[in-house]
Nanobody, 126 residues
Framework: QVQLVESGGGLVQAGGSLRLSCAAS????????MGWFRQAPGKEREFVAA????????YYAESVKGRFTISRDNAKNTVYLQMNSLKPEDTAVYYC???????????????????WGQGTQVTVSS
């Protein structure tokens, strides 16, 4: 059974940092794009960042560009999201996602991902 398990969320003051991790099990994703999405109360799930299967290309939402960095360690089957200069508007549940299809470009919409984690809460206080 494939599982994606996020960790690293929590409560932080504005301007602070958090590092999210997403550990995959049940299959390897070394040939698959992976991404991070977030959903705030009353809002739709939105794209945050995505990374190609090799880690050579990464993509970001405009709202997080320059503050967040996505990375991956294929040997550990894990993807990370380093979040710096956090703002109250970054408050949301953050979800990790993985594409089941090999060597596809990293997508920016939820429909392009087949596996999802349960989410981790990130709360940024002002």
């Amino acid at each position: 059974q494939v599982q994606l398990v996020e960790s690293g969320g929590g409560l932080v003051q504005a301007g602070g940092s958090l590092r999210l991790s997403c550990a995959a099990s049940g299959r390897t994703f070394s040939k698959n794009a992976m991404g991070w999405f977030r959903q705030a109360p009353g809002k739709e799930r939105e794209f945050v960042a995505a990374i190609s299967w090799s880690g050579g290309r990464s993509y970001y939402a405009e709202s997080v560009k320059g503050r967040f960095t996505i990375s991956r360690d294929n040997a550990k089957n894990t993807v990370y999201l380093q979040m710096n200069s956090l703002k109250p508007e970054d408050t949301a549940v953050y979800y990790c996602a993985a594409d089941s299809r090999d060597y596809r470009p990293a997508g920016r919409t939820p429909l392009e991902y087949d596996y999802w984690g349960q989410g981790t809460q990130v709360t940024v206080s002002s």
